[in-house]
Structure formats: C-alpha cells, structure tokens
C-alpha cells in the first residue's frame, strides 16, 4: 500500500517562507510525477505543482510561479515544496500526491494523497 505523509506546515506571517515534505512509502516513487494541491476553505482543491520522475521538468500553476519550488529527492523518497513570498491567499491545507502517468494538472490524474498539512499566512 502505498502512503503518503506530509510535513511542515504552521503559521507564517506575509512575506515569509515554509518548507513542505512529503515522504512516500510502500511503493518507489521515483518513476512517478509527484504533484502539490491546495484546499482552502470553501474552495476546490486546485494545482499548485508537479515534478516528473527525474526533477528535470517541474510545473507550477501561475498564482505561485517564482515564489514556490517543487524539488524530490528520489534516495529519500521524498518531495518537497519550498514556498516563499507566502501571501494571505496561500492560507490552504497542502496535499501531496502521486501522479498516475496522464493529467497533471486535475486531480482526476492523481491516484494515491496525503493527509495534508494546514498552512496559514497572517497579514
């Protein structure tokens, strides 16, 4: 069975920076794009970033280009989203998943999830 977990959120005024990992067990993750999603309240659960198998190719939705950046580490089977610049708007609960070999943009590509982890950004 392949599981999820993620790490590192918390509270972080404006203009600050948090480090989100996500290690994957159970199954080598390092033939799969890995993508970050994020949920705010009384919203969808929207694109934030992907990385293929390798890291040599990565994705990002446009409201966090330039200040986030998806990066793994295939050894530790882990990935991680380093978010800068963190706005209000980035207030979400941060989900990792893997990617099932098509759509990495919609969830509908994304077979297996973490649990998440609450990020919060005061102004």
């Known amino acids: 069975q392949v599981q999820l977990v993620e790490s590192g959120g918390g509270l972080v005024q404006a203009g600050g920076s948090l480090r989100l990992s996500c290690v994957v067990s159970?199954?080598?993750?390092?033939?799969?794009?890995m993508g970050w999603f994020r949920q705010a309240p009384g919203k969808e659960r929207e694109f934030v970033a992907a990385?293929?198998?390798?890291?040599?190719?990565?994705y990002y939705a446009d409201p966090v280009k330039g200040r986030f950046t998806i990066s793994r580490d295939n050894v530790k089977s882990t990935v991680y989203l380093q978010m800068n610049s963190l706005k209000p708007e980035d207030t979400a609960v941060y989900y990792c998943a893997r990617n099932r070999g098509s759509d990495y943009v919609n969830r509908i590509g994304y077979d297996y999830w973490g649990q998440g982890t609450q990020v919060r950004v005061s102004s």
């Open positions: 159970g199954r080598t993750v390092s033939v799969y794009t």
């Open positions: 990385i293929n198998w390798s890291g040599s190719i990565t």
